[in-house]
């Protein structure tokens, strides 16, 4: 694709959901007023957010009965890396070589260790053949239960086009965006409740309230796309396509993080400072963030497709636990890799182009709700033109 289409691409996405954020936008800042007592503000002042970039307002959101994290403290150790694996082995999708548990690193260092490792997950594909690896720091909770999953994801990617009809160059994903889409599709799948009750790790007679649930969702995904196709994409079009000035790096930033995210800085930030640079992506993987706003559109549209088509479900109440037609739904879309076009591959397997629209109906919900909730509040974001 042209950067300009890219960039019509990730406007497309922002349009679709931007409704929502609207809802999701004001909702947080009435929220956040009374949280600290304060008066509400027009725009959503940054050191109020929970995440310092506002890409993730999920803190904001505590749902009741869909916390793990006290019955997940009790299993061994490598339960949820054990378990993780058993979910995809249920799918008709291999074991992991031994070799993943021999080389990876996978749990927290101990506190005498002369070395230190990064705690963020990833996952490796070293020999772009069959040494497959994660680097994660594994405590048995929830973050981690659904960060595991999503590891595994791209380990059962890397294996599945680890295959003699894909050369090695080609051992990628469709596009980047279907590997991380294939992770956090299986990290959706394993906290929703039905999911969660056969492994009897929620009892299914608990309370559980299905439109927290949702708003904490899209908190993550429908929050994120403005930050991912917008100010992220945004600054670095600017910078690389325009020859952004130096000395407008911070002003635009916070121009873009206003205008996409109606966020604002606590204070004057002069162009003495590099704000965006906060974000490693910036500095260590240039001018494709937009892959993570395109994964969460793929990841609705795989799992709207998995759930009406395949399971016969609803999509906000799944379990694809044991479901070997799944399995190869997702093996077919990761067997290929690179080597065929990935926008024919979603025709292929899903009959669609790449739409928001499967994102927005799963929401459709949580909107009624908002715009009840939002009765009588002033919305200080402009409707999308």
Not at 153 to 173: E, S
Not at 286 to 307: C, E
Request: hydrophobic share 35%; net charge negative; with cysteine.
């Amino acid at each position: 694709m042209t950067v300009e289409e890219m960039r019509a691409v990730c406007q497309s996405m922002i349009k679709d959901i931007w409704p929502l954020y609207r809802e999701l936008h004001t909702w947080a800042r009435y929220t956040l007023a009374e949280k600290y007592g304060k008066e509400v503000p027009d725009m959503l002042p940054a050191h109020w957010m929970p995440n310092r970039w506002g890409q993730d307002w999920t803190a904001l959101v505590n749902v009741e009965g869909m916390n793990l994290d006290e019955v997940l403290k009790e299993k061994p150790g490598n339960w949820i890396v054990k378990e993780g694996e058993r979910f995809y082995v249920s799918l008709g999708l291999d074991s992991l070589p031994h070799s993943f548990y021999e080389l990876s690193s996978l749990y927290p260092l101990p506190d005498d260790a002369d070395y230190k490792k990064n705690n963020h997950a990833s996952a490796w594909h070293i020999d772009l053949n069959n040494d497959l690896r994660s680097l994660m720091s594994i405590v048995n909770n929830t973050r981690w239960w659904a960060t595991t999953l999503h590891e595994l994801g791209h380990i059962y990617y890397f294996d599945a086009y680890t295959n003699p009809d894909v050369p090695i160059v080609l051992r990628t994903g469709a596009n980047r965006g279907y590997h991380e889409a294939i992770g956090s599709l299986l990290g959706l799948a394993s906290l929703q409740k039905p999911f969660l009750t056969g492994l009897g790790l929620i009892d299914e007679n608990a309370k559980t309230d299905e439109t927290m649930t949702l708003l904490k969702e899209a908190l993550e995904y429908i929050v994120f796309i403005p930050w991912g196709a917008g100010v992220m994409t945004d600054f670095e079009w600017e910078l690389y396509s325009n020859n952004l000035d130096a000395g407008q790096f911070n002003k635009k930033w916070w121009n873009l993080k206003l205008e996409y995210q109606g966020i604002v800085p606590p204070a004057e930030r002069g162009e003495e400072y590099c704000d965006a640079t906060s974000k490693t992506h910036i500095n260590n993987d240039p001018a494709q963030y937009y892959d993570y706003a395109i994964s969460y559109v793929l990841l609705f549209q795989f799992h709207d497709y998995i759930a009406k088509n395949i399971l016969k479900q609803d999509p906000h109440s799944t379990n694809y636990w044991g479901s070997k037609e799944t399995g190869k739904f997702l093996y077919d879309i990761m067997k290929p890799g690179a080597s065929v076009d990935w926008r024919e591959l979603l025709q292929t397997s899903i009959g669609s182009d790449m739409s928001a629209k499967p994102m927005v109906d799963y929401f459709a919900p949580l909107m009624d709700y908002l715009k009840e909730q939002n009765k009588g509040r002033e919305h200080t974001l402009p409707e999308y033109n």
